[in-house]
């Protein structure tokens, strides 16, 4: 059974199909207009008025959650080819043994960078471009005024000192308790550390 809702149609058809797809406890595949990531596989968790709460998914492996725009799904597939990826994952025990999402209000950039400080600590904020994409993993320090702030990890695993500031606007992708995003946060060293 395929339910797709392609590019060109309203924001509402989208919805109705991503809510479908909680209800039914489905995986979908995203189709984004944000560049960096063009599609997003998952499980939609919670629908906000403007954000979209998704269990990630890659390579048959369950892998932290994220929170898109709606703004930028074009189109959602939830095919045959998206029931084959939840049959394997419910078959190999990989849903049973993920964890579940703690709380994450869905009302603005502010509400979610303040759940995912307060539970995960550790997260990636990425401002996707047509040209590229900045790309900020970090521990949350927090959000002011219309910014998040975060203590920057570099590739090397030294945790800066000072706040880096991204505009909240800015905002296309938040992810956290990915297992990558985990590792750097519970490995990297402070800048001070020699």
Same mark, same amino acid.
């Given at each position: 059974?395929? &339910?797709?809702?392609? @590019?060109?149609a309203?924001?509402?058809?989208i919805t109705?199909t991503?809510? $479908? @797809?909680? &209800?039914?406890? %489905?995986n979908?595949?995203?189709?984004r ?6 599609t997003w596989n998952g499980?939609p968790l919670?629908?906000?008025d403007?954000?979209?709460l =998704?269990? *990630?998914?890659?390579? !048959?492996? =369950?892998?932290?959650? @994220?929170?898109?725009r709606?703004r930028?799904?074009?189109?959602v597939?939830s095919?045959?080819a %998206?029931? /084959? /990826?939840e049959?394997?994952?419910? @078959?190999?025990g990989a ?5 579940s #999402?703690k709380?994450?209000?869905? $009302? *603005?950039?502010r *509400? #979610?960078? %303040?759940a995912v400080r307060?539970?995960?600590?550790y997260?990636?904020? %990425?401002?996707?471009?047509p040209d590229?994409a900045? !790309? !900020?993993l ?7 005024? &219309?910014e998040a702030?975060?203590?920057y990890?570099q590739v090397?695993?030294m945790?800066e *000192?000072?706040?880096?500031r991204?505009?909240?606007?800015d905002?296309?992708l938040?992810? !956290?308790?990915?297992?990558y995003?985990?590792?750097f ?6 800048e001070?550390h020699?």
């Open positions: 059974m395929a &339910d797709e809702h392609d @590019a060109g309203d924001l509402h058809g109705d991503l809510q $479908r @797809a909680i &209800d039914r406890d %489905e979908v595949q995203l189709v207009d944000a560049g960096t990531h063009p499980f919670a629908l906000g403007e954000l979209l =998704v269990r *990630s998914l890659h390579e !048959f492996a =369950v892998n932290g959650f @994220a929170v898109l709606l930028d799904v074009t189109a597939h095919t045959d %998206e029931r /084959f /990826f049959r394997v994952l419910r @078959a190999e849903l049973d043994e993920a964890p #999402v709380a994450i209000p869905l $009302r *603005s950039w *509400s #979610v960078l %303040e307060l539970h995960y600590r997260a990636i904020i %990425e401002c996707e471009r590229g900045d !790309f !900020f970090g521990e949350l320090a927090g959000v002011e005024g &219309d702030t975060l203590h990890i090397n695993g945790r *000192s000072g706040l880096t991204v505009p909240l606007d905002i296309t938040v992810r !956290f308790d990915e297992r995003v985990n590792l946060g519970r490995y990297a060293l402070g001070d020699h």
